[in-house]
T-cell receptor, first 108, second 114 residues
Framework: GIQVEQSPPDLILQEGANSTLRCNFSDSVNNLQWFHQNPWGQLINLFYIPSGTKQNGRLSATTVATERYSLLYISSSQTTDSGVYFCAVRTGANNLFFGTGTRLTVIP | DGGITQSPKYLFRKEGQNVTLSCEQNLNHDAMYWYRQDPGQGLRLIYYSQIVNDFQKGDIAEGYSVSREKKESFPLTVTSAQKNPTAFYLC?????????????FGPGTRLTVL
């Protein structure tokens, strides 16, 4: 199946700093989503972004489908941004393939 | 409130017992999914259902079973055949229309085998 690689695996930031998370995938996709998993395990959908750029408050995402990568930007990070960020892709079948995530810790 | 509910939140099982995890949604979504998450890992697909009375195996279906008798409900049974069932189990449903194709997740069930 498709390979989904996320980097960095771990990231520690001071509150107020900016960060960029990367997702590389090994095949063409028709669906790409970014999720945030909070410390209690709840997964929240951040973006549906198979291509192009979207912004939602302090978060934005860009997917360059032709080059098979997506970036998630977090600006002015807050302690509530802590958790694990997952990228997930779909290649046309029904399965959504998840990366192993980036664990973000924001310290006050 | 619209959403996905899972119960119980925590479940302890003795070896050799079957247990059933509940997943209910009131979002009117057709497709539903079960995932397993192990510590420090991403999610892996166990089973999915695109419509009532139909379901398909995912990547790690061995030792699990499901049913889909109602649109709102997609219970997962972890059988004694599952060799290492201790994990975090997440249920999801899918919204697909002209502008999006998004999965929404329940809060999860943590299963521990004693």
């Amino acid at each position: 199946g498709i390979q989904v690689e996320q980097s960095p695996p771990d990231l520690i930031l001071q509150e107020g700093a900016n960060s960029t998370l990367r997702c590389n995938f090994s095949d063409s996709v028709n669906n790409l989503q970014w999720f945030h998993q909070n410390p209690w395990g709840q997964l929240i959908n951040l973006f549906y972004i198979p291509s192009g750029t979207k912004q939602n408050g302090r978060l934005s995402a860009t997917t360059v489908a032709t080059e098979r990568y997506s970036l998630l930007y977090i600006s002015s990070s807050q302690t509530t941004d802590s958790g694990v960020y997952f990228c997930a892709v779909r290649t046309g079948a029904n399965n959504l393939f998840f990366g192993t995530g980036t664990r973000l810790t924001v310290i006050p | 409130d619209g959403g996905i509910t899972q119960s119980p939140k925590y479940l302890f099982r003795k070896e050799g017992q079957n247990v059933t995890l509940s997943c209910e949604q009131n979002l009117n979504h057709d497709a539903m999914y079960w995932y397993r998450q192990d510590p420090g890992q991403g999610l892996r697909l166990i089973y999915y259902s695109q419509i009532v009375n139909d379901f398909q195996k995912g990547d790690i279906a061995e030792g699990y079973s499901v049913s889909r008798e109602k649109k709102e409900s997609f219970p997962l049974t972890v059988t004694s055949a599952q060799k290492n069932p201790t994990a975090f189990y997440l249920c999801a449903s899918r919204l697909r229309d002209s502008s999006t194709d998004t999965q929404y997740f329940g809060p999860g069930t943590r299963l521990t085998v004693l």
